[in-house]
């Protein structure tokens, strides 16, 4: 079977998609990955087909980040961003999605379910976190931003109420940002009319097809509410090779004393970087704790850095964080899942998106402290966040148990299983996208 799977967005976005490739491939299917440029070194050294994207991840990174937590500003920069550029990913997802079997997309790559039903080709969703089928039991990943309610009007009987809008919510700020610059490359490159006001959603709702949520069910669980057409599978991890080895700084650093801090804050830039270098600092000397500082950390050197931290530029969470005492991200849904699945206790400093929801979630758990959010995170704060990480056995016992239960979940192999049963059945009743049963042409 030909496999493409459409991915967007940050390194952390884009890993678990070709995580999941990399289990598709050890399956006998072959398949390749259509993602930013950025990315190909990634996907081919895992032995997958590559089909680049003109998009520039650096550049769309830095422009919402520097919209910080104005969410109108936001979306402007994004509606912004997208606008010249929606035109040459439809083209670039033609060239990658023809000749498929089947196309793999998500909320970061949704032209990829546009150009595949318009070939002919089914289609699979994906998500790296909860942001569009509604709920009751928790609100959207990204509820504090598209619709950020004062507390009070959370909680008590309207929590249910405010969970389900939050979902709502969310499909139509996504859609609204993207749906000008969609319908203008539907209609110039597809020769389509246009999706609806309010979105492709119910379209993709009664469709039939998959949708695979990449998290675990003990971190976020499955809601009656769903159809059986969603699946929650676990985590798509890709895992280092057997045969990496650290820098020498690296290994010499973790063997000369206790278990470190590990400090990175992944994609996200900020504009007061050295206040908040120095908070991290000045934390991990209030504790007595030597830290570790991940990629990010521009403009500083380890001769800038006291004996008990180092930088590096990079090292594999699967290889690292468990080799910590605790782990301080920005609360992104892959580290997220990295330092669950380690065992070791999690600290998070969200900036914005969905961040502070998983930072929350880790709390509820009890696998870590509650988030601070960057714009609080001071010496005193994140001091006391990472002394209460390192010594409080509740806090090490829960983070134990629940990466016990993450590493048993298999989240790839389910949703392999998923993708070959679905086309399996397509093929069945349909032969295949042969006879363009998949194909939707109207708007």
């Known amino acids: 079977m030909r496999i493409t799977i459409t991915a967007n967005g940050s390194r952390g976005d884009v890993k678990p998609y070709v995580a999941l490739g990399v289990g598709l491939g050890a399956a006998g299917h072959k398949v390749a990955v259509?993602?930013?440029?950025?990315?190909?070194?990634l996907v081919r050294k895992h032995g997958l087909g590559?089909?680049?994207?003109?998009?520039?991840?650096?550049e769309f990174m830095q422009s919402l980040m520097g919209a910080g937590t104005n969410f109108p500003r936001?979306?402007?920069?994004?509606?912004?961003?997208?606008?010249?550029?929606?035109?040459?990913?439809?083209?670039?997802?033609?060239?990658?999605?023809?000749?498929?079997?089947?196309?793999?997309?998500?909320?970061?790559?949704?032209?990829?379910?546009?150009?595949?039903?318009?070939?002919?080709?089914?289609?699979?969703a994906t998500a790296l976190q909860p942001m569009f089928h509604s709920t009751r039991l928790y609100p959207s990943s990204v509820a504090d931003t598209v619709l950020p309610l004062p507390f009070e009007l959370r909680e008590g009987m309207m929590r249910a109420a405010y969970n389900r809008a939050s979902y709502a919510a969310?499909?139509?700020?996504?859609?609204?940002?993207?749906?000008?610059?969609?319908n203008e490359a539907s209609r110039e490159i597809l020769g389509v009319g246009r999706e609806p006001l309010l979105g492709p959603y119910r379209r993709v709702?009664?469709?039939?097809?998959?949708?695979?949520?990449?998290?675990?069910?003990?971190?976020v669980p499955d809601s009656p509410e769903w159809g059986a057409n969603v699946h929650t599978t676990g985590y798509w991890f890709l895992d280092t090779p057997?045969?990496?080895?650290?820098?020498?700084?690296?290994?010499?650093?973790?063997?000369?004393?206790?278990?470190?801090?590990s400090v990175g804050f992944g994609s996200m830039t900020s504009e007061d970087s050295e206040r908040l270098t120095e908070a991290v600092l000045g934390a991990l000397r209030s504790c007595g704790q030597r830290g570790i500082l991940l990629?990010?950390?521009?403009?500083?050197?380890?001769?800038?850095?006291?004996?008990?931290?180092i930088k590096v530029e990079e090292a594999p969470h699967d290889w690292l964080f468990g080799r910590a005492c605790a782990v301080l991200h920005h609360g992104g849904a892959g580290t997220t899942a990295a330092s669950l699945r380690s065992g070791v206790p999690t600290i998070t400093v969200p900036f914005f998106a969905d961040q502070r929801f998983w930072g929350s979630r880790i709390a509820a758990l009890g696998a870590g402290p509650p988030p601070i959010p960057s714009r609080s995170a001071t010496s005193a704060t994140l001091g006391e966040a990472i002394r209460l990480a390192t010594t409080n056995p509740k806090i090490s016992r829960a983070a134990g148990s629940l990466g016990e239960r993450i590493r048993a979940e298999g989240g790839i192999r389910q949703a392999v299983r998923i993708i070959e049963d679905y086309l399996a059945a397509g093929a069945r009743t349909c032969a295949g996208s042969s006879t363009g049963r998949f194909r939707e042409r109207d708007g």
């Open 34 to 41: 259509s993602a930013p440029g950025a990315f190909e070194e």
């Open 50 to 58: 590559f089909h680049p994207t003109r998009v520039d991840v650096r």
């Open 74 to 124: 936001m979306m402007y920069r994004v509606r912004q961003l997208m606008k010249p550029r929606m035109k040459e990913m439809f083209e670039d997802y033609i060239e990658a999605c023809r000749g498929a079997d089947v196309v793999l997309y998500g909320a970061n790559s949704y032209p990829g379910r546009r150009v595949a039903r318009w070939i002919g080709i089914p289609t699979v």
């Open 170 to 182: 969310t499909r139509q700020v996504f859609w609204q940002m993207m749906r000008r610059s969609v």
């Open 205 to 219: 709702a009664l469709s039939g097809e998959p949708w695979l949520n990449a998290w675990s069910p003990e971190i």
């Open 242 to 261: 057997a045969g990496w080895r650290p820098p020498e700084i690296l290994r010499d650093f973790l063997e000369s004393g206790p278990a470190p801090v």
């Open 295 to 309: 990629s990010g950390w521009g403009g500083i050197s380890n001769s800038d850095l006291p004996d008990e931290v």
